[in-house]
Structure formats: C-alpha cells, structure tokens
C-alpha cells in the first residue's frame, strides 16, 4: 500500500557533525519522494526530492540517496547547524503532484 | 506574492457546530491539498485538488467537505465537528511536486 515510515522519532546530533535520516517506503511503485523540514510552528518546507531513476541528489549541505532494491532512502545534512532543528517528513509523491503521502517523521536536535 | 494563506490561525468549536477553514494562494498553482497534522504525528491528506472544478479524497476524508471553483482558494468544510477532528490543518499549492505550505489553522473541538 502507500506509506512511507521512519526509522527513529529522535536524532542527538552534535553540531558540526553530520546528520543522517533514514526512511523506508513499501509502494514498489512508488517513483519520486521528498524530505521536507517543519520548524516548530510552521507549515513543512521543501527541501530536496529525487526521482526513482536516481540514486543520489545533492543540495546545498544536503543529499538525498535512494536504494530501490531495499525501499530505502536517507538524507544526509552536512556540517549540521543548529538551525537544523526541526522535523524532518519523508513523503511519497508516486500518485499526483497533489497526493502526497508523508511519513510520521523524526526530530533532529543539536547538542552544542 | 503572499503565498499560501490560511484563516483563521486559531478556532475553538464546540461538538456540533460547523465551520469552513480558508486557504487562497497567489501562484497560480493548478494543485492544492489539506492535511492535518496531529500531536508528534505526520501529515495526513484529507481532500487534494488537481485544478478548478476537480477534487479527490485524501486519507482521512471522513467529516470534511471541499470545493475548488477557482484555482485560487480551495476552502475545507467541517459539517458537524467532533472532537477527533482537534487538530492543526495545513493547506498547501504546487505546480509540480514542491509544494508550499501555509502557517496552519490550530482546530479545537471541545
């Protein structure tokens, strides 16, 4: 069916280290995904998506990286900050534009 | 361009009662969608629309109403609310798959 999972609700990074999230999906047919970021009292913002043609997309500090063999995919934050405080939400936008699917997501916080 | 817009930013109904939530864009974006958004949860879609004139049940449609007869707004309708429905409702538009999201609406039904 549709849905899309994380692997843990909570991610202690120290600042300046990486931070890597992981989430699984179990639609085979699923064919683009995105990560998004929700601040603590906002509405999700847009980070990064990829395609299931692809196996890894960058963004600034960020990477996403697909494995469809495990229904895998992860985001990568580089030289985490603490304004990367935030839940991060895997979603599967396999259906339309409009339906999209999100995971429950995983809160990122940073130790300084 | 102001975005996505939502109001009001907070309500309080009683069991019963109903309402109509409001979201207006202004980037003539063709798709739009509500979810809502539960303590320590994910987002879950409840109506999406693909373009005026067109709308399809989310996940949890259940007690909610849409209409899109412009591309601009795309209201939700709680016909008689019940306290499950407490929670934060979050619109969003796209023209392809980023889509952007206003600040939300906090629901309580009491």
């Known amino acids: 069916g549709e849905s899309v999972g994380l692997h843990l609700p909570t991610l202690s990074v120290q600042e300046g280290d990486n931070s890597i999230i992981n989430c699984a999906y179990s639609?085979?047919?699923?064919?683009?995904f995105i990560w998004y970021k929700q601040e603590s009292g906002k509405g999700p913002q847009f980070i990064i998506d990829?395609?299931?043609?692809?196996d890894k997309r960058q963004g600034q500090r960020v990477t996403v990286l697909l494995n469809k063999t495990v229904k895998h995919l992860s985001l990568q934050i580089a030289a985490t900050q603490p304004g990367d405080s935030a839940v991060y939400f895997c979603?599967?936008?396999?259906?339309?534009?409009?339906?999209?699917?999100f995971g429950s997501g995983t809160r990122l916080s940073i130790r300084p | 361009n102001a975005g996505v817009t939502q109001t009001p930013k907070f309500q309080v109904l009683k069991t019963g009662q109903s309402m109509t939530l409001q979201c207006a864009q202004d980037?003539?974006?063709?798709?739009m969608s509500w979810y809502r958004q539960d303590p320590g949860m994910g987002l879950r879609l409840i109506h999406y629309?693909?373009?005026?004139?067109?709308?399809d049940q989310g996940e949890v449609p259940n007690g909610y109403n849409v209409s899109r007869s412009t591309t601009e707004d795309f209201p939700l309708r709680l016909l008689s609310a019940a306290p499950s429905q407490t929670s934060v409702y979050f619109c969003?538009?796209?023209?392809?798959?980023?889509?952007?999201f206003g600040p939300g609406t906090r629901l309580t039904v009491t």
């Open positions: 979603a599967d936008g396999y259906s339309s534009a409009s339906k999209i699917i």
């Open positions: 629309s693909v373009g005026a004139g067109i709308t």
């Open positions: 639609n085979s047919a699923s064919d683009y």
């Open positions: 969003a538009s796209s023209w392809g798959h980023e889509q952007y």
């Open positions: 990829i395609r299931s043609n692809m």
């Open positions: 980037m003539n974006h063709e798709y």
